[in-house]
Each structure stands twice: as structure tokens, then as C-alpha cells.
């Protein structure tokens, strides 16, 4: 086989497949940003705030986890897919997005006020409540930036354009407002600064470039998504529970210092 017929069957396949070779370039893009960040971040982080402060940080981060997988419930898997099969009738894709968000705001605030509770009821964690409070508000970046209304249009590029100005942002303020232990409370601050930046560019996306509207969904609507979600809900328990416990019991048992090793 020679060179012109491998070139011309290489240009068939990649015509064949350009979304998929598209969305994989954006990704990987997204990828490699996304390892790239921590060698800035972690070792500047560990050195002006302490290992002890940096692992608080991190435990806090840990624990509210588990209230963002609750906000995000289960929605997010069958949410592609309703995307994926609408994706022709803006009507439907606007019911879904409305769906969703309505949803995920009022477990937000659910989520809010358990965890007021929490704080000032419970020592260990009344102790650093303000941090509690704060980091709760990345709980906002699974409602202001709907990784699934992307990818079920098969929009990745967007995803790379949304998250790479939210970790940005974030990155860029680190430097510029962390200089000691003392500004811990200000690194759920950036992060939720990072997330709204993000989330606002995200927005106009979906209700500027693809004319989505609310509208307003009734009960049984509502109930049918909730219903959907559920079962994704359950398993998504559980790899928390698998990813973070590890954490809690470090930095419950061990101090937050092993937490931050």
C-alpha cells in the first residue's frame, strides 16, 4: 500500500469521524491543562499556608463532597441523554435545562441550611465554620455550568472554554490574595469566584448562543427526572464514600497535616 492511498484513507477516516477526533483534541487540551495547574498551585499553596492549613482546606473540601454529589444528585447521566435524542427541538432541551437547574437550586439551599446546622451544632466543625460555609458554594459550578448540556450536544469544545477560564481565574487570584496561613478562608473564596466566572460564561453560552429559556415545569415533570435520577444518585454514593472517606478518617484520626501529605 503505498504512501498516497494510507494519506487518503487516513483523510477518509478523520472526515469520517471529525466530531469525535474534534471533541478528543478539546479534551485532551483540557487534560493536560488540568495537570498542569497543580505544579503551580500545590507547592506555592503548601509553602505560604502550611501543611497543617492546607490540609484543613483540603478536609473541608472533602466533606462538603459529599453535599455536592447530593445537589448534584443523579442528574447529570440521563441529562446527556435527553440531550442527545432532543437535541433538534429547542422547546424540549429548554424544558430539561429547567428542570434541572430548578432542581439542583432547591437542594442547594436544602443543603445550605443542613449544613448551617451542622456548623453550629457541631464542635469540630463550629470550630471552622466560616470555611464550611464558603466551600459549600462550589456547589454552584454543577448549576451554573452544565457539563452534560454540552456533551450531550457533543460540544466539548465548550466544556475546554469554560472550565480553563473558571481554574484561570482561580489560579491567577491564588497568587495575587494568598500570602500566609491567615488567608485560608480566602481559597474557597477564589474557587467560588473561579466557578461564577466560569459559570457566567457558561451561561450566556446556553441562553445567547443556543437560545435556551426557562420555563416552568410542573410537579410531575419535576418528579419523573427526580425519579431518573436516582439510581445514578445511589452509585455515585458510593464512589464517594470510596474517594473521600479516606480523607475524613485521616484528618479525623491522623490531623490535618497527614491530611495535606
Known sequence: MGR??????????????KTLFYNFSFLSVLQLFNLGLPFLTYPYLIRVM???????????????????????????????????????????????????????????????LVLCLLVFFVPQLG?????????LLLGFDGILYPIWFFQGLEKM???TYVEIISKLTFTILIFV??????????????????????????????????????????TSTLQQYIKEGYTFFLSKVA????????TLMIGAVLGNSEVAY
Open 4 to 17: 498516497r492511498e494510507i494519506s487518503r484513507r487516513l483523510r477518509d477516516m478523520v472526515d469520517r469521524h
Open 157 to 159: 469544545q465548550f466544556i
Open 50 to 112: 502550611g501543611v497543617s492549613t492546607y490540609g484543613l482546606v483540603v478536609f473541608a473540601r472533602a466533606f462538603i463532597e459529599f453535599f455536592i454529589m447530593v445537589i448534584d444528585f443523579g442528574f447529570n447521566v440521563p441529562s446527556v441523554r435527553h440531550i442527545s435524542i432532543h437535541r433538534h427541538d429547542p422547546k424540549k432541551i429548554s424544558e430539561i435545562v429547567s428542570a434541572i437547574l430548578y432542581l439542583k437550586l432547591s437542594i442547594f439551599v436544602l443543603c445550605y
Open 239 to 246: 464512589a464517594t464514600i470510596q474517594e473521600r472517606t479516606n
Open 177 to 218: 490574595f494568598i500570602r500566609g496561613s491567615d488567608d485560608y478562608l480566602w481559597y474557597p473564596i477564589l474557587q467560588a469566584i473561579g466557578t461564577f466566572a466560569g459559570g457566567l460564561v457558561s451561561c450566556y453560552l446556553i441562553f445567547g448562543k443556543f437560545n435556551i429559556r426557562l420555563q416552568l415545569i410542573t
Open 127 to 135: 470550630e471552622h465554620k466560616a470555611l464550611y460555609l464558603l466551600t
